[in-house]
């Protein structure tokens, strides 16, 4: 019987709604990130093999596809950062009405997008 | 103190030490990203990014593993395949940034 229980969050019975969805996007991009700090960990240590072995990554960095993967690595630790503030104000007892929820989930959301931009442009030193 | 109380102070202050340094990290990887391997090296080698880069690998491997882990609690059902599974993401979340930060003081 306990078997057959539906697991947490119970995608398949609830009618979707804002915070669930951005409680299901914060656990994917946190699997995400978990990827992507290990590459950035292998890339790191790819520097220890010397100039003439990094060239292959440096052309890739310096590809549209580069570009893009940095602007998205950009926005999912910018959305994990918001998200992760919202959970904090959370735990502090702060933010359960519903319609402040909602309101926190709408920044997390519009905020990511313009802080990907904006480190974008800080990394580039355009701003 | 119970050890999940324990486990979700853990994550929290993980994630409080976490989040300035990874907007840290994330501004300098879009400023050197596509630069020259001497450009790389010459920011790593810089105490002040070792000292940041290493705290931001420990913050982020600590926190993104007491967080899988709650991921293997939720959706895992064999007990002894959580177990496992917990503990090769615990030694890997030493050992991965262990060799990171070695590496980045090997580099000059």
């Not at chain 1, 709408?106 to 990511?112: L, N, P, Q, V």
Request: hydrophobic fraction near 55%; include cysteine.
């Amino acid at each position: 019987m306990y078997e057959k229980n539906p697991l947490s969050p119970h995608l398949q019975i609830y009618r979707w709604h804002l915070s669930m969805i951005l409680s299901i996007t914060h656990r994917i991009i946190g699997a995400v990130n978990s990827v992507a700090m290990i590459l950035i960990c292998l890339w790191t240590i790819s520097l220890l093999f010397g100039e003439e072995n990094y060239e292959m990554i440096k052309i890739l960095f310096q590809s549209f596809f580069g570009k893009l993967l940095i602007i998205s690595l950009s926005w999912s630790f910018s959305f994990h950062i918001l998200s992760e503030i919202r959970h904090l104000i959370w735990d502090l007892g702060y933010g359960f009405d519903l319609k402040i929820s909602k309101i926190t989930g709408i920044i997390t959301i519009i905020g990511s997008l313009v802080l990907t931009v904006l480190i974008y442009l800080l990394g580039k030193n355009l701003i | 103190m119970h050890y999940s109380t324990k486990k979700w102070l853990a994550i929290k202050c993980s994630s409080v030490i976490l989040i300035p340094l990874m907007f840290w990290f994330i501004v300098n990887l879009a400023s050197i990203y596509d630069e020259s391997y001497i450009e790389i090296v010459s920011f790593f080698s810089k105490t002040s990014s070792k000292a940041l880069y290493s705290l931001f690998l420990i913050a982020a491997f600590s926190f993104f593993s007491l967080t899988i882990s709650e991921v293997f609690e939720d959706y895992v059902k064999n007990e002894r395949i959580k177990n496992v599974a917990t503990k090769i993401l615990y030694v890997f979340a030493i050992v991965m940034p262990l060799i990171t930060i070695l590496s980045i003081f090997y580099l000059n």
